[in-house]
Nanobody, 124 residues
Framework: VQLQASGGGLVQPGGSLRLSCACS????????IGWFRQAPGKLREGVAC????????YYANSVKGRFTISRDNAKSTVFLQMHNLKPEDTAVYYC??????????????????WGHGTHVTVSS
């Protein structure tokens, strides 16, 4: 199983980045794919997730209206488009895959496979 997150970098406040999560080694359609982040000195938090099969979405309140999660099923890849980035968005961003359950969410215990993170730094 592999979840390869990429696309992080340094961006100025107000800028944009698009993260990608390339998935392989599992039945992609049977999973929810989530994005999580961990800022320095803070606990990891869920940011957004998508049910691959249906396209159902979930966003944390902190990113609603600024971040968009999407998927390219032909490439087994999930994206996180981030706009109007703020210094408090600085974190290591991880993608993870969890078998479909009754309710889509970013509760970490619902996720079975995790990728290595990609660093996002928002600073002037």
């Amino acid at each position: 199983v592999q979840l390869q997150a990429s696309g992080g970098g340094l961006v100025q406040p107000g800028g944009s980045l698009r993260l990608s999560c390339a998935c392989s080694g599992f039945v992609y359609d049977d999973y929810d794919i989530g994005w999580f982040r961990q800022a320095p000195g803070k606990l990891r938090e869920g940011v957004a997730c998508i049910r691959v099969r249906s396209g159902e979405l979930y966003y944390a309140n902190s990113v609603k209206g600024r971040f968009t999660i999407s998927r390219d099923n032909a490439k087994s890849t999930v994206f996180l488009q981030m706009h109007n980035l703020k210094p408090e968005d600085t974190a290591v961003y991880y993608c993870a895959a969890g078998r479909i359950r009754m309710t889509i969410s970013t509760k970490e215990y619902q996720y079975d496979y995790w990728g290595h993170g990609t660093h996002v730094t928002v600073s002037s």
